[in-house]
C-alpha cells in the first residue's frame, strides 16, 4: 500500500538509456516498466525513458496504442530547424514522434562531441521552438570539486545555456544536476552534495527570474543513482527527481527506483 505522500513539484524519474537497447529490447524494457508500475504510483511520480532515436517510434506505438501512463524524449536535437546536417536530428521531428523531453548539454555530448555552452544554449532555443522540453544538464568534473568551485561552475553554466530565454519558456524547463565524477562510476554524490548545488541552482533561477518561477522549476539529481540509494537524495528539498543512466536499462530496479516514496527511508 502506498504511503500517502505529497511534493511540492511532482517529482520526475527519467531513464536516459545512453546508446544501449535496439528498437525490439525499448519495447520489452517499456512494456515492463509500464507493468510494474500501478496508475496511482505513475500519478504521484512522473516517469519518462529516454531511449536512442533509433527505438523512437517503437515507444511512441506502444505507449500510444496502449495509453500508457509514460512520458518519454530524446537524448539530444540539433540546433538546427532542418537542412543540410548530415546525422543531426531536427527538433520538429522529434516533436512529430511525441516526445515531451529533450536532454540537452550532458556531459558525454560536452565531452564527446565537443559541445560548449553556446551550443546548449542554441538547442535550447531548438527544443522550445519545437515545443519540447528541456532536460538541461550542468555538472562539474572532479577537479572543480576538488577545487570547490563546483558551485560557481554550476551556476555559470545555467546561465550560459539559458542566455536569452525568456520567463515564459523557462517556466517549464527540467534541469539536471549531473557531478562529471558521479556518471557511471558508482560514486553517488550524497544527499547533502546533491541539495547543496540543487539548492544554488534553485537560488540562481530565482533571482535571474522570479522566486515563483523558481519554486516551480524541477530540478533533478543524476549521477550512479540505484534503488538503494535515491530515497535518501529524493528526501532532499529542492531535488525534484532523477536522471537515471545504468539503472534504468533494468525494468525491475528502474520501477523500484520509480517507486521510491514507498521506500522506507523515504518516510
Ligand atoms: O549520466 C547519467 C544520466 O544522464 C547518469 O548515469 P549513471 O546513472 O549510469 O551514473
Given at each position: 500500500m502506498a504511503k500517502k505522500v505529497t511534493f511540492e513539484r511532482r517529482p520526475l524519474?527519467?531513464?536516459?538509456?545512453?546508446?544501449?537497447?535496439?528498437?525490439?529490447?525499448a519495447i520489452a524494457l517499456t512494456q515492463?516498466?509500464?507493468?510494474?508500475?500501478?496508475?496511482?504510483?505513475?500519478?504521484?511520480?512522473?516517469?519518462?525513458?529516454?531511449p536512442p532515436f533509433t527505438d523512437l517510434r517503437s515507444v511512441q506505438t506502444l505507449v500510444d496504442g496502449?495509453?500508457?501512463?509514460?512520458v518519454y524524449g530524446a537524448q539530444d536535437l540539433s540546433p538546427h530547424d532542418s537542412g543540410a546536417y548530415t546525422g543531426d536530428i531536427s527538433g520538429s521531428m522529434l516533436a512529430k514522434l511525441g516526445c515531451t523531453y529533450v536532454v540537452i548539454g550532458h556531459s558525454e555530448r560536452r565531452e564527446y562531441?565537443?559541445?560548449?555552452?553556446?551550443?546548449?544554449?542554441?538547442?535550447?532555443?531548438?527544443?522550445?521552438?519545437?515545443?519540447?522540453?528541456?532536460?538541461?544538464?550542468?555538472?562539474e568534473r572532479l577537479d572543480v570539486r576538488e577545487a570547490a568551485g563546483h558551485v560557481p561552475h554550476c551556476t555559470a553554466q545555467l546561465d550560459a545555456a539559458l542566455a536569452k530565454i525568456?520567463?515564459?519558456?523557462?517556466?517549464?524547463?527540467?534541469?539536471?544536476?549531473?557531478?562529471?565524477?558521479?556518471?557511471?562510476?558508482?560514486k553517488v554524490a550524497t544527499p547533502e552534495d546533491a541539495q547543496e548545488v540543487c539548492a544554488a541552482i534553485r537560488t540562481r533561477l530565482a533571482e535571474k527570474y522570479s522566486p515563483e518561477i523558481a519554486n516551480g522549476i524541477r530540478i533533478l539529481y543524476g549521477g550512479s543513482v540505484k534503488a538503494k540509494n535515491?530515497?535518501?537524495?529524493?528526501?532532499?528539498?529542492?531535488?525534484?527527481?532523477?536522471?537515471?543512466?545504468g539503472a534504468s536499462t533494468d525494468a525491475d530496479e528502474f520501477a523500484t527506483i520509480a517507486r521510491f516514496p514507498e521506500h522506507a527511508t523515504a518516510s
Open positions: 524519474i527519467a531513464g536516459n538509456w545512453k546508446m544501449n537497447l535496439n528498437h525490439l529490447e515492463k516498466v509500464a507493468i510494474s508500475l500501478t496508475e496511482e504510483q505513475l500519478a504521484l511520480v512522473e516517469v519518462a525513458v529516454i496502449d495509453k500508457l501512463h509514460l562531441h565537443h559541445e560548449d555552452d553556446t551550443v546548449v544554449n542554441a538547442k535550447v532555443k531548438a527544443a522550445y521552438k519545437h515545443g519540447l522540453t528541456p532536460i538541461l544538464c550542468i555538472g525568456s520567463a515564459e519558456q523557462v517556466a517549464s524547463i527540467v534541469i539536471a544536476y549531473e557531478p562529471v565524477w558521479a556518471i557511471g562510476t558508482g535515491v530515497a535518501a537524495i529524493m528526501a532532499q528539498p529542492d531535488v525534484d527527481g532523477a536522471l537515471v543512466g
